[in-house]
């Protein structure tokens, strides 16, 4: 597991004045969403068409923000369809399927809506013999258009005569909202907006020639919302981010030594020399010897160790930045006990 949770930072920086370094690590952060051991299979619902009832509203919304007729509805569509795709990659599934949504609606155009009831949640999920649901409650896209005329020069025959340019801008936001639903425990597991800014530009000697290049939005929407959904079953998987630390590179010349060593790459070689500074009579020195050997302890994946190196570098030689280190390691710690639950699962 050590290998998992953590990865050696390649990238050092350092100050030539000041006395610490720093060092990126690049660590596993537990998934975001977190499933019961019994989802093996799971659907996914398309639920963001609006509920008939509320047609009317919906047609004024989009009226008023130049969306077309069917954009929405084919964006949610490839949604769908590109988080089933994701979830199907993923081997923790035995199943998934995708679940016919006719007669269940959003009730908010524009907006996340309330939760399906925990009835009709059942329902599907017996109905399709699936654990758990993913549902996609919300798709709107939301558009402005600027439109300017301009004077300029083109070159002709004759020269260069003046022109009449058109210039059309549009900027999209689209809007999606998510769901999981665990009917077991009747617990939504999950739930999240996103949004994603488009923009489009078009110029033409008339109004129509700028416009033209708008239309390709329809695409892009589409495109965008197929990320959008592969993104979103991203979020029940563990991801690697990158942390940073400060670490000490003055003290005494072995300290400098120790530096040169971790530029690099021989971390090995550093930590030997820190921990001879442990025993230093200084106890500045010692204690930030200490404090580099949480470190080197965390890099290589030992956070026990780690956190009893720090609390000595503040317990016994007063060395300020250890007390905060103390603190970041004991929630590396819970992180690292909620990403092993979820890779048991």
Excluded at 169 to 177: C, D, E
Aim: glycine share 6%.
């Amino acid at each position: 597991m050590k290998n998992l949770i953590f990865f050696i930072a390649v990238v050092i920086g350092f100050s030539s004045c000041a006395s610490t370094g720093l060092v990126h690590i690049s660590v596993i952060e537990p998934a975001p969403v977190t499933l019961s051991s019994h989802i093996k299979q799971v659907g996914v619902i398309n639920r963001s068409e609006t509920d008939p009832r509320y047609k009317a509203v919906d047609v004024v919304d989009k009226v008023f923000s130049l969306e077309g007729a069917v954009l929405d509805k084919e964006g949610a569509a490839a949604s769908a369809e590109g988080l089933t795709a994701t979830l199907l990659k993923n081997d923790r599934f035995t199943a998934v399927r995708s679940i016919d949504a006719r007669g269940i609606y959003s009730t908010a155009p524009g907006v996340l809506p309330s939760p399906m009831s925990w009835n009709e949640v059942e329902r599907l999920c017996k109905a399709n013999r699936i654990d758990a649901l993913f549902a996609l409650e919300l798709f709107d896209t939301d558009s402005k258009i600027a439109y300017s005329v301009d004077t300029v020069k083109v070159n002709t025959p004759l020269g260069k005569v003046p022109a009449i340019e058109h210039t059309a801008a549009m900027n999209t936001l689209v809007k999606t909202g998510w769901r999981i639903y665990d009917p077991v425990n009747k617990i939504i597991l999950d739930e999240i907006s996103l949004s994603n800014h488009l923009n489009f530009y078009g110029k033409g000697i008339n109004p129509a020639a700028a416009v033209a290049a708008l239309l390709l939005r329809k695409d892009a929407v589409k495109e965008t919302g197929t990320k959008a959904g592969e993104e979103y079953a991203m979020r029940i998987l563990p991801y690697r981010t990158r942390v940073t630390r400060n670490y000490y590179v003055k003290g005494t010349d072995q300290f400098k030594v120790a530096k040169r060593k971790a530029q690099t790459g021989n971390w090995d070689g550093a930590a030997e020399l820190w921990q001879k500074e442990t025993q230093n009579h200084d106890a500045k020195v010692a204690g930030r010897a200490c404090y580099n050997m949480a470190i080197i302890s965390e890099i290589n994946g030992e956070l026990n160790q780690a956190v009893t190196w720090a609390q000595k570098a503040y317990e016994n030689y007063n060395n300020k930045l250890a007390l905060q280190y103390v603190k970041i390691l004991e929630n590396r710690k819970v992180k690292n006990e909620i990403l092993n639950d979820q890779v048991k699962r």
